[in-house]
């Protein structure tokens, strides 16, 4: 079975804090994606990456940068976190090729910026 | 207007019930996706279709490319159930894998 972890569960920063989400994919994708989810809005993306240095802005960017040094590692980081940045994270991955694939999300990281 | 658009947004059955939740989308498609997500946990698809119909143990999922609908029933429905659903689309002529996700529709089950 494809595996994705995150790093935390749940974690809680002060703003102005510099925070890193890591996410591990176990099954060789060249696709990985960082989502986040907010009540009502359902799931936005934020960036992906479609191959080690590779990355492409999703729909919200703005307060956050990405990071793929290797194939199965991609982390989002929060330069300077803000209270609005409160949500749950979610990292996903899916190999590259076909018109479509399935995503494989990990179990998501809650965030709470204080 | 969010391109992929759900209902009902929440829904409480009796436990034995039949289910149906709707999903309609104003984009063209390469395929719909059916997400589970249990409360604190991680999504799981449940299935990925083109056209037509699936089946997988008590959910149905259908697909109306021309109505731009789709259906996911679950038949018999059990407290385990309870989990929010979401519907997400893979657009016509975009990034492969990217996909546009509706907001949710939360189950509740009740025994």
């Known amino acids: 079975d494809v595996k994705v972890t995150q790093s935390s569960r749940y974690l809680v920063k002060r703003t102005g804090e510099k925070v890193f989400l890591e996410c591990v994919q176990d099954?060789?994708?060249?696709?990985m994606f960082w989502y986040r989810q907010d009540p009502g809005l359902g799931l936005r993306l934020i960036y992906f990456?479609?191959?080690?240095?590779?990355?492409e802005k999703g729909d919200i960017p703005e307060g956050y940068s990405v990071s793929r040094e290797k194939k199965e590692r991609f982390s989002l980081i929060l330069e300077s976190a803000s209270t609005n940045q409160t949500s749950m994270y979610l990292c996903?991955?899916?190999?590259?090729?076909?018109?479509?694939?399935?995503?494989?999300f990990g179990p998501g990281t809650r965030l709470t910026v204080l | 207007k969010n391109e992929v658009e759900q209902s009902p947004q929440n829904l409480t059955a009796q436990e034995g019930e039949f289910i149906t939740i709707n999903c309609s989308y104003s984009?063209?498609?390469?395929?719909l996706h059916w997400l589970q997500q249990h409360p604190g946990g991680g999504i799981v698809s449940l299935f990925m279709?083109?056209?037509g119909k699936k089946k997988h143990g008590r959910l149905i999922a259908t697909i109306n490319i021309q109505e731009k609908h789709s259906s996911l029933h679950i038949t018999a429905s059990h407290p385990r159930d309870s989990a929010v659903y979401i519907c997400?689309?893979?657009?016509?002529?975009?990034?492969?894998?990217?996909?546009?996700f509706g907001t949710g529709t939360l189950l509740a089950v009740q025994p």
């Open positions: 997400a689309v893979n657009r016509d002529g975009g990034a492969t894998n990217k996909l546009i």
């Open positions: 099954m060789d994708h060249e696709n």
């Open positions: 990456s479609y191959d080690v240095k590779m990355k």
């Open positions: 984009v063209g498609i390469s395929a």
């Open positions: 279709l083109s056209s």
């Open positions: 996903a991955s899916s190999p590259l090729g076909g018109r479509y694939n399935e995503q494989f």
